[in-house]
Structure formats: structure tokens, C-alpha cells
């Protein structure tokens, strides 16, 4: 039975209903949905002043994983710039290091970060916690490549939207747990957290198309788990099942109103919170599923990215004024 739903915000229903939506995903939909061509990365560099650099580092089994680092092309600092690590989103099914690029890009623009986003290994093919390591491969790359990125060690941010957010979730909490790479934030938009798929939320977007509704959700972790129960399932797969979400970074989360993932995504912040550790969380009014990166021109997505930049510019200025004191006082 299909729950009663939050409304959708005025303009973002208007301009879904010109999106073709479905319910289900399957094999054959999926093979489909691959083939669909994404955006040339170069459109999103057309107007930026950027350097671009690919490398690959070797996955635990030692698969070569592509990473491309984008770089202010004229630097103005001679610190150590910000780094931003993205994941991108597409279900871990689909997509690869490009799919919604242009988030953190605004943020290589506003803070003259370096942006390192990775081609992590997609399910079916690759399964458990296959994914995740290859994200945590292109971490450590990250910090062992600092000094010759331009890179402050210390304000290194794990980032990913949808998939990507529960991968940034699960890099975080395994970084915690070996004790490095240091992280000092992790922003989660939207993030694909829960593999149990049983909130309220998951349960009111199922039954009809949409974004993303409950039955694309489990069958894309059927993709990644197949047939693990619940106690077999990693934390680092499915961050919500962690037990400890001490010790984490200062944290973002944001979500919609009006998705499946809304549920997950303000229990874990809850969770963070009951911790003892900081999070801030945004729920938008009548957001649906990734609506900011559909259509970044409406009002309520320009909100939520201006409000995302925000939070990042609190979180790193406090360290760059800490460090230009210092070397006022000759330290």
C-alpha cells in the first residue's frame, strides 16, 4: 500500500513532469540505462579555468581505478589548497567519475580546492565491499600525493551524492576505523545509507514511478549484496547498520522531503548526534530524489547548493585563519 506523501515543491513538479519515470529497475533496464550517454565532462570546464590530470591507483585486488584531479589552473595560494574527494551517485549500478561533476567544481571555483573524484567498480560486476575499497584505495592516494597536489593534508573532505553519499559514509567510517587517512569533513548529499530499505520514506515511494522508489532501491543492493543477511552485511557497505558513529568527522546531510532516502538520512545525523559527534542536516521541503542535480536551475535547488557551499566555507575558514595568525606571530 502507497503511503500518503509530502507534496512535491511547486516547481520541482512542474518540471518532473517532463522526466520519464519508472518503478522498476531490471537487468535489461539497466543494460539500457548504460548505454545512455552522460554529459561531456568538458562541457562542465568549458568556462572554468581548470587543469586536468588522470592517473589510476590498484584496487586491493589490484584492478587499475581511474581518478581524475581537477585543479585551479592559476592557484592563488601557496598553503595547501582544500582537497574535495567525489563519489558520484547512480545506485552503484551506474555512472562513472563524472556523473554530476559540477557540484564539486563550484567548490574548486569558490575555494580554490582541488577536486579528486574516482571511477570506483559498479555492481553487479564488483560486490560488497569492493566498492568501497576502491574509494578508500583513491583516499590514501590522496593523502600519500598531497604535498605534490598542492593539497592541505588536513582539510581533506569526503564527498558523494546518492550512491556516492554512502560511499563517502562508508570511506569515513573505515578511515576512522584504521586511523588514516585523516578527514576533516564528510558532506553526504542525499546519501544511499541503508540497505534494509524498511523507513517509513522507502515504504512511501513504492508502488509508483519515481526518481528512485523502493524497488529500484532493493534491487540495487541485491546488485551489490545478493543473498548476505542482515548480519553479514558490512557497515562499510551500508553505514546505517553501524553500531559506533563516534569519531567521525564534522558532518552534512541533506535530503528531500519527498524521497526514499529521507528517513535514513536524518536517523543517521540523529545517530552522529547521540554520539557526541557534529552534524549538520537540511531536509528540503518538497525535494525529491536528487532534485538538485536534475535541475540545478530552480529556486529551492539553488538554495540547497548555496547552503551546501555555506557550510563548507564555515568548516575550512576557521583552519585558514588559524593559519594566517600563526604566521603572523612569525610561527
Not at 35 to 50: C, E, G, K, M, N
Not at 208 to 228: K, Q, Y
Amino acid at each position: 500500500m502507497t503511503l500518503t506523501r509530502p507534496a512535491l515543491d511547486p516547481e520541482l513538479r512542474e518540471l518532473l513532469a517532463g522526466m520519464a519515470l519508472m518503478s522498476q529497475l531490471s537487468a535489461e533496464v539497466l543494460v539500457h540505462l548504460r548505454q545512455i550517454p552522460s554529459t561531456p565532462v568538458d562541457t562542465f570546464l568549458a568556462d572554468r579555468h581548470v587543469d586536468r590530470r588522470e592517473v589510476t591507483v590498484p584496487a586491493q585486488d589490484g584492478t587499475p581505478i581511474p581518478l581524475s584531479v581537477f585543479t585551479p589552473a592559476h592557484p592563488d595560494r601557496t598553503d595547501g589548497a582544500p582537497c574535495i574527494y567525489w563519489m558520484h551517485g547512480g545506485g552503484m549500478l551506474m555512472g562513472d567519475r563524472f556523473s554530476q561533476i559540477d557540484i564539486p567544481l563550484e567548490w574548486l571555483e569558490e575555494f580554490g580546492a582541488v577536486v579528486v573524484t574516482v571511477d570506483y567498480r559498479l555492481a553487479p560486476e564488483a560486490t560488497g565491499t569492493a566498492l568501497v575499497d576502491d574509494c578508500y584505495q583513491g583516499l590514501l592516494w590522496i593523502a600519500e600525493h598531497a604535498v605534490e597536489l598542492g593539497i592541505d593534508p588536513t582539510r581533506i573532505v569526503v564527498a558523494g551524492a546518492s550512491a556516492g553519499g554512502g560511499l563517502a559514509a562508508g570511506v569515513t567510517l573505515l578511515a576512522r576505523d584504521l586511523g588514516t587517512p585523516a578527514i576533516a569533513a564528510q558532506m553526504l548529499v542525499c546519501p544511499m545509507l541503508d540497505h534494509r530499505n524498511t523507513t517509513t520514506s522507502s515504504r512511501q515511494y513504492s508502488g509508483e514511478p519515481g526518481v528512485w522508489t523502493r524497488e529500484m532501491n532493493a534491487f540495487a543492493w541485491h546488485a551489490v549484496l545478493g543473498d548476505l543477511t542482515d548480519d553479514e552485511v558490512s557497515a562499510y557497505v551500508s553505514p546505517a547498520v553501524a553500531d559506533d558513529l563516534s569519531g567521525l568527522p564534522t558532518t552534512y546531510i541533506d535530503t528531500g522531503s519527498a524521497e526514499v532516502f529521507r528517513d535514513e538520512d536524518t536517523d543517521y545525523a540523529t545517530r552522529i548526534w547521540a554520539a557526541g559527534g557534529q552534524a549538520e542536516l537540511h531536509v528540503w521541503a518538497g525535494g525529491f530524489h536528487g532534485f538538485d542535480a536534475l535541475y540545478p536551475q530552480a529556486k529551492i535547488s539553488a538554495t540547497a547548493r548555496r547552503t551546501r557551499t555555506d557550510w563548507l566555507a564555515r568548516t575550512l575558514q576557521p583552519h585558514t585563519r588559524s593559519r594566517v595568525a600563526l604566521q603572523q606571530v612569525g610561527v
